[in-house]
């Protein structure tokens, strides 16, 4: 199974910044929208941040925005996650997602963040924030 391929995670500081990338292996077909999730132990995947397959619409869950920044690579299926700001409550397992289905095509970037679009994943990469 296509698997897509995260780096860029590790410790950090409170205040400090770190950058998230994600590709898709070679060869993968179309990819519609992408996006990062994240997942602390004994909690549910939660959404961060996600791009439309353009680039051009991001969307975001309410305690990160202003502080992380979704893009999108003109050329592949690339995307980062730039993390500014950082606190202890970002620490978590960080996990790439995509819709190679079209699922979202048709949806409103609010609708981004349903985790049942996206049909590849990532391994996922440790994000550890101290204080």
């Known amino acids: 199974q296509v698997r897509l391929v995260e780096s860029g995670g ?35 995947r939660e959404f961060v941040a996600a791009v439309s397959w353009s680039g051009s619409t991001t969307h975001y869950r309410d305690s990160v925005k202003g502080r992380f920044t979704i893009s999108r690579e003109n050329v592949g299926h690339t995307i980062h996650l730039q993390m500014d700001s950082l606190k202890p409550e970002d620490t978590a ?31 996922g990469t440790q994000v550890t924030v101290s204080s």
């Open 10 to 44: 590790g410790l950090a500081q409170a205040g400090d910044s770190l950058r998230l990338s994600c590709t898709a292996p070679a060869g993968t077909n179309t990819i519609y929208a992408m996006a990062w999730f994240r997942q602390s132990p004994g909690t549910e």
């Open 93 to 123: 397992v960080y996990y790439c997602a995509a819709d190679h289905q079209g699922f979202s095509v048709n949806l409103p970037a609010n609708d981004y963040d349903l985790l049942q679009i996206y049909g590849l994943w990532g391994q």
